[in-house]
């Protein structure tokens, strides 16, 4: 059977750095699902409405192209805000877990990095981590990242950022951000990337 890895986790847990050093190890194809949900929000700004138009979002969601992800603008910060915001949308949840079960259904498996990939799109895959880190660390390494990227922000601005986004995704009555009952928790607080890889690449290796 193709395998699945479902990696959840909160912002700037480095989910997403694991999951693609994970799809380049095991030969999987991986997709970084929060780019749905950005790609969502910038749709709706871009055509002038507003957030919380409910209709505009669910819209958006249901026409989402494959070329929309690969717009820079997706990674800024203020995008990772806008994207949980339309995120508790449930007709938007609806139109991309879609998306997503085709993605995952693919005759060569797949890694998928998200919220509630080990709890609601991928129920059945054969790993499941859930990547955290306490908030200061995350707060510590988005700064690094965005300083590298050119786009300053001071460190206390990015730790209230992230806070107030895992509370509004962790709170939503639609998928909220948990931990699968069946996932392996990995705690990188005190872990670089390579250490962290190992940790998930051990886990992965026991699933097969
Ligand atoms: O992972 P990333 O920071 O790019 O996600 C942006 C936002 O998209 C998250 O804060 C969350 O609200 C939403 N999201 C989600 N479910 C996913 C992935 C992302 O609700 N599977």
Not at 28 to 46: K, Q
Not at 79 to 87: F, L, T, V, Y
Not at 143 to 160: K, N, T, V, Y
């Amino acid at each position: 059977m193709p395998m699945v890895i479902a990696i959840d986790g909160p912002a700037a847990s480095g989910k997403g750095t694991l999951a693609k050093r994970l799809a380049a190890h095991y030969g999987l194809p991986h997709l970084d699902t929060g780019l749905l949900y950005r790609a969502v929000a910038l749709t709706v700004i871009d055509a002038g409405c507003n957030l919380d138009d409910h209709a505009a979002a669910a819209r958006a969601a249901s026409t989402l192209i494959v070329d929309r992800l690969a717009d820079p603008r997706l990674r800024e910060r203020a995008m990772g805000d806008a994207a949980s915001r339309i995120s508790s949308i449930p007709a938007v949840r609806a139109a991309l877990l879609a998306w997503q079960q085709r993605f995952a259904g693919g005759a060569s498996g797949a890694v998928l990095d998200g919220r509630d990939i080990g709890t609601v799109v991928c129920p059945q895959a054969q790993v499941k981590l859930f990547i955290t880190a306490a908030a200061e660390e995350r707060a510590r390494r988005r700064h690094l990242e965005l300083m590298r990227r050119g786009e300053p922000a001071s460190l206390g601005a990015i730790l209230a950022d992230i806070v107030a986004r895992d509370a509004r995704d962790a709170q939503r009555s639609t998928a909220p951000l948990k931990a699968a009952a069946d996932a392996v928790v990995l705690d990188t607080t005190d872990l670089d990337a390579d250490e962290a890889f190992a940790a998930a690449r051990a886990v992965v290796d026991r699933a097969r």
